[in-house]
């Protein structure tokens, strides 16, 4: 099973940029749908972006669209997460998460699946 381990969260003003970084094990960084979840206090997770393992496509939730950029990094069996423009709604904790799909099924629901869940890092935005 996939492990990860999330980094780079921190304290910025409105309007201010962030880069975190997930760690994923060797192995199945190649083979698994690649996800960014954030979960705002009294809130569920919400999941933020994900980017496909075979051409890289990204996906994102229309609230991050245009700030966030999703991206992997396959020699350093790395993901990030830059994410530009911060609003205080940004606000929250952020995990990533990979699966691998089984039977044909897209990314979108394979991740859906996940559930070894990390520490997270935290994000927040102040105006």
């Known amino acids: 099973q996939v492990q990860v381990a999330e980094s780079g969260g921190g304290s910025v003003q409105a309007g201010g940029s962030l880069r975190l970084s997930c760690a994923v094990s060797?192995?199945?960084?190649?083979?698994?749908?690649m996800a960014w979840f954030r979960q705002a206090a009294g809130k569920e997770r919400e999941r933020v972006a994900y980017?496909?393992?075979?051409?890289?496509?990204?996906y994102y939730t229309d609230s991050v669209k245009g700030r966030f950029t999703i991206s992997q990094d396959n020699a350093e069996f790395t993901m990030y997460l830059q994410m530009n423009s911060l609003k205080p709604e940004d606000t929250a904790m952020y995990y990533c998460?990979?699966?691998?799909?089984?039977?044909?099924?897209?990314?979108?629901?394979?991740?859906?699946?996940?559930?070894?869940w990390g520490q997270g890092t935290q994000v927040t935005v102040s105006s």
């Open positions: 998460a990979a699966a691998s799909p089984i039977y044909g099924e897209s990314c979108y629901t394979a991740i859906a699946r996940f559930n070894n």
């Open positions: 060797a192995y199945t960084y190649r083979r698994n749908c």
């Open positions: 980017i496909l393992p075979i051409g890289g496509s990204t």
